[in-house]
Nanobody, 124 residues
Framework: QVQLVESGGGLVQAGDSLRLSCSAS????????MGWFRQAPGKEREFVAL????????WYADSVKGRFTVSRDNAKNTVYLQMNSLKPEDTGVYYC?????????????????WGQGTQVTVSS
């Protein structure tokens, strides 16, 4: 029932910025925390960021803390990931996902619906 669609990815140089968007439909958006994961070629999907239902609380992976900012606009059913000071190691497919009411927040099994992903490539 829930559909998530990411957008905003692209090819940028190290040090540049991108803003990703995730548009949600088919559910009550404000009822769930929303997270971002990424997956580099040949690597496991890894947690990036999480935002609470009202947007008051956020959580970040150590690798992106201080550079990335997650936010949401519940009136627009959209969650964002602002990525600054991008590094080549940030390259990967970025996914948004809806948080389950249980399970580890930093593991994929803690989320029940996923978008198709958007590619982010950072060149050196």
């Amino acid at each position: 029932q829930v559909q998530l669609v990411e957008s905003g990815g692209g090819l940028v140089q190290a040090g540049d910025s991108l803003r990703l968007s995730c548009s949600a439909s088919g559910g009550t958006f404000s009822n769930n925390h929303m997270g971002w994961f990424r997956q580099a070629p040949g690597k496991e999907r890894e947690f990036v960021a999480l935002i609470s239902r009202g947007g008051a609380s956020t959580w970040y992976a150590d690798s992106v803390k201080g550079r990335f900012t997650v936010s949401r606009d519940n009136a627009k059913n959209t969650v964002y990931l602002q990525m600054n000071s991008l590094k080549p190691e940030d390259t990967g497919v970025y996914y948004c996902a809806r948080r389950r009411p249980y399970g580890d927040y930093d593991r994929p099994r803690g989320y029940d619906y996923w978008g198709q992903g958007t590619q982010v490539t950072v060149s050196s």
